[in-house]
């Protein structure tokens, strides 16, 4: 399986890919560490010949921006495209480019919580369990349909960041596990259903 990764930040789960594939758990290579931020942690993971970044504020445009990552993530040739801690809304020329291979993490349970800060926002509505989701990237922000879940009890001492670290490695195993499924069979979507090898999960 070919992976083209993209992220803003530090990079944790573009980590857990890279060992998951290193420890031989995940039959799959990244092709390409795509980023905003030039500054980004996670390109470092990578050698030079598999980074792009740019600065999406310099160019002002996000249009232009999408279709400048979108033609350097085609020329890697990925299987599959992961927003991973990648924290720029893609436009919807971008999404079309890429859609039923694209796919998201978001620190939350969908449909609850997209967005930001969902990790406060968790424990401000009380919820009893917090979680993540991986999903299929559509344009409307974090509103695709959700392939898998990983879910924790919130304790009554959680403050936003306790939460963050506890769900964090979850967050790992789960994209890892996301993609080693799709390394091994047909995963898509229709309707809101997800399939494997055309049938419905
Ligand atoms: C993760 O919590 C991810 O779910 C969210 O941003 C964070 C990125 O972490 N969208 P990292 O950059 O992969 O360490």
Known sequence: LRIAVLA???????RAILDAI???RLDAQVVGVFSDKPAAAALEMVDAGRRWAMDARALGDR?????????????SAP????CAGY?????????ARFRGRLINIHPSLLPRHRG????ARALQAGDAEHGASVHFVIPELDAG???AQVRLPVRQDDTPDTLAERLLPLEHRLLCA????????????QDGTVLLDGQAV
């Open 63 to 75: 249009a232009a921006f999408d279709a400048a990552m979108g033609d350097a993530v085609a020329a």
């Open 178 to 189: 996301v993609l080693a499924l799709a390394a091994h069979a047909a995963l898509s979507e």
């Open 87 to 95: 924290m720029r809304i893609l436009g919807p020329a971008f999404v």
């Open 22 to 24: 290193a420890d031989g």
């Open 116 to 119: 930001l800060h969902t990790h």
């Open 145 to 147: 349909t959700v392939i």
């Open 79 to 82: 299987d599959w495209i992961v």
């Open 8 to 14: 803003s930040g530090r990079g944790s789960n573009l």
